[in-house]
């Protein structure tokens, strides 16, 4: 069956460390891997996605996120956080073949400390 | 450029009611898909619209229908409304070829 799953429900970093946000996926074709940012009352915004090529993936808000095959994951990551990152993050995949249907995992909620 | 647009942002209706819910895709895109997001998960895919066309589906029952129009804006409909239906109501919008979802800002839809 077709599934993302994202471990982690809630995060806390200190503004200025890094982040990793974990996602791992089960998906029968070659996968279309995304990410996405959701802040409190409003819709998705795209930070960056996957197709195929280089498996280290630059984003938006200098996010990146890289793809490992042999461990079905797509975590991302950020060097260094800002208060404006906190928000909902879901990581998402579809496939070419579907050619529409995106599933999306249950999304990790990142804190910032100041 | 205006990206999605969606209407209303919030919506109150008793259980057994009908509700529409609206969608203008952003300019250049042909494609709405619609998502339903219960409150604390991720956006579960109701179903895609294309040339006015229901293109794929979604594990929902026949209670959601949709429409297409011309114009390439849309239409979510939930008839006989339960209170599990309560939730946020995203479109997202495309290009046929292939991804770039733009999503909208959502309606809230309340069911009491």
């Known amino acids: 069956a077709q599934s993302v799953t994202q471990p982690d429900i809630h995060i806390t970093v200190s503004e200025g460390a890094s982040l990793e946000l974990r996602c791992n996926y089960s998906y029968g074709a070659t996968p279309y891997l995304f990410w996405y940012v959701q802040s409190p009352g409003q819709g998705l915004q795209l930070l960056l996605k996957y197709f195929s090529g280089d498996t280290l993936v630059q984003g938006i808000k200098g996010f990146e996120a890289e793809f490992k095959r042999s461990q079905s994951s797509f975590n991302l990551r950020k060097p260094s956080v800002h208060w404006s990152d906190a928000a909902e993050y879901f990581c998402a995949v579809g496939s070419y073949s579907s050619a529409s249907k995106i599933i999306f995992g249950s999304g990790t909620r990142l804190s910032i400390r100041p | 450029d205006a990206g999605v647009t969606q209407s209303p942002t919030h919506l109150i209706k008793t259980r057994g009611q009908q509700v529409t819910l609206r969608c203008s895709p952003k300019s250049g895109h042909d494609t709405v898909s619609w998502y339903q997001q219960a409150l604390g998960q991720g956006p579960q895919f109701i179903f895609q619209?294309?040339?006015?066309?229901?293109?794929q589906r979604g594990n929902f029952p026949d209670r959601f229908s949709g429409h297409q129009f011309p114009n390439y804006s849309s239409e979510l409909n939930v008839n006989a409304l339960l209170l599990g239906d309560s939730a946020l109501y995203l479109c997202a919008s495309s290009l046929a070829a292939g991804y770039g979802y733009t999503f909208g800002s959502g309606t809230r839809l309340t069911v009491v």
């Open positions: 619209y294309y040339e006015e066309e229901e293109r």
